[in-house]
């Protein structure tokens, strides 16, 4: 909202100045006085003017590299004004509001903001110069900002204040523009797995029956709906001037569960109101992106489900790093529920072995344990984080055959990760 008296202190001066030379040209009949005040409200006026006749805003537009933040993760802003003047103006503030979720990192404050943001960022906006055939004025300011909550927050409104030459009359434009800013969970780069049996070792273990060497010797086929871009044979297709696949591998997929518990009775109330507000749900969200971008690295296709089985995603294949940044966006608004599924989810392991299984819970307890026993023998790698584990719930889970590890909201993950995978099952890391 735009000031109700325009003036600055300068302009204000000038104006009572005038005012007093009047009243005493009028009173004494020393007509220079009359002069002085006539040139000062001249002044004043033709300042009004050149702010408020002659000059407009035209709008802005603001870019925000990277597009998606993870918390914690520094974003440049970028934001062009465009401003027409047929008349000098004096140097001048800009004002860009961020709405709690982001903070500003001023450029001589390493620090910030911090905290959970909010407030604005600001700088000077330089003098512009005389446009007297009315061309527009580009102004491009920058300034840095941190996620500091997940979720979707936006930048904006603008506003830019400047101030005649003179110093005397100040003018603030406000541009509503807003810019939408999504922040996903940390992600927390994960040691590899090593020195793990069998097919827990990811990639490292894929077998092919494919004949023959390298991929110059597969037959190539035409392409078909649904088949992976990954999977088209360049040569071939510059060859027949259509696209050419690969033929199908017979290989061991190796693949990957990491199941998050998304019951709000396990977390808090805030955790459902809303994205960001409950920190034992964070690190959860923190360890489960972490640990499906470290399992896709290693080569899993891996597959984020809630503890009913309810698939959090299209499995990501590994090695697909834009799938799990996809995972992450999807992840910025993600909400606890009401419902609590933990118990059903041994039923959807049942069978023979598969690969590693990663189980991520906030509250856990003795019968939590219980329920989820049958679910480490059918793993090679089985794996359970919890925030907030009760009593001795981890050592009994433990003994069932996890290896298990506490993450307390706030938390360093990587040495939850690094000891949980090392060690043998039946020991517990705190």
């Known amino acids: 909202m735009g000031r109700l008296w325009p003036l600055t202190i300068r302009g204000t001066g000038a104006m009572l100045l005038g005012l007093v030379c009047l009243v005493v040209a009028a009173d004494r009949g020393v007509v220079e006085l009359l002069y002085v005040a006539m040139l000062l409200f001249a002044v004043v006026a033709a300042a009004v003017v050149s702010l408020y006749a002659v000059r407009r805003a035209d709008g802005i537009t603001r870019t925000v590299e990277p597009d998606v ?68 004025h580009t102004v491009d300011v920058d300034y840095r900002i941190v996620g500091a909550r997940r979720g979707v927050h936006t930048l904006g409104p603008l506003t830019v204040s400047s101030t005649d030459p003179f110093g005397l009359v100040r003018r603030t434009h406000v541009l509503s523009e807003r810019t939408r800013v999504i922040v996903a969970p940390e992600v927390v780069d994960l040691p590899p797995l090593t020195n793990l049996p069998g097919e827990a070792g990811g990639s490292r273990h894929t077998s092919s029956n494919e004949l023959g060497q390298g991929t110059d010797n597969l037959i190539p086929r035409a392409y078909a709906p649904g088949d992976s871009m990954r999977r088209i044979h360049w040569r071939a297709s510059a060859h027949r001037d259509e696209l050419m696949v690969r033929q199908e591998e017979q290989e061991s997929t190796p693949a990957a569960t990491v199941v998050l518990d998304l019951a709000t009775g396990r977390f808090s109330p805030h955790a459902m109101r809303g994205a960001g507000l409950d920190d034992g749900f964070e690190s959860a969200l923190s360890a489960c992106i972490s640990i499906v971008a470290r399992l896709v690295r290693e080569g899993y296709t891996v597959t984020a489900t809630d503890s009913d089985g309810r698939a959090l995603a299209d499995p990501l294949e590994g090695g697909d790093l834009a799938a799990v940044e996809m995972l992450g966006t999807s992840f910025a608004t993600l909400v606890t529920r009401r419902d609590d599924h933990l118990a059903d989810l041994a039923p959807l392991f049942t069978g023979g072995t598969s690969g590693p299984v990663v189980v991520i819970v906030g509250r856990f307890d003795v019968a939590d344990a219980a329920a989820l026993a049958p679910v480490a023998h059918h793993s090679s790698l089985p794996l359970l984080f919890a925030v907030s584990p009760v009593d001795d719930a981890l050592p009994r889970a433990a003994a069932h055959g996890w290896r298990v590890a506490s993450i307390p909201a706030g938390a360093d993950l990587v040495p939850a990760w690094q000891q949980a995978v090392e060690r043998e099952a039946g020991h517990v890391v705190a």
């Open 69 to 136: 933040l993870t918390v914690g993760q520094e974003g440049q802003v970028t934001v062009r004004v465009s401003l027409r003047a047929a008349i000098a103006s004096g140097q001048g503030m800009w004002r860009d509001t961020l709405s709690p979720g982001l903070a500003w990192r001023s450029p001589t404050d390493v620090a910030g903001d911090g905290g959970r943001g909010g407030g604005a960022a600001r700088g000077v906006f330089p003098a512009l110069g005389s446009g007297l055939r009315g061309e527009a």
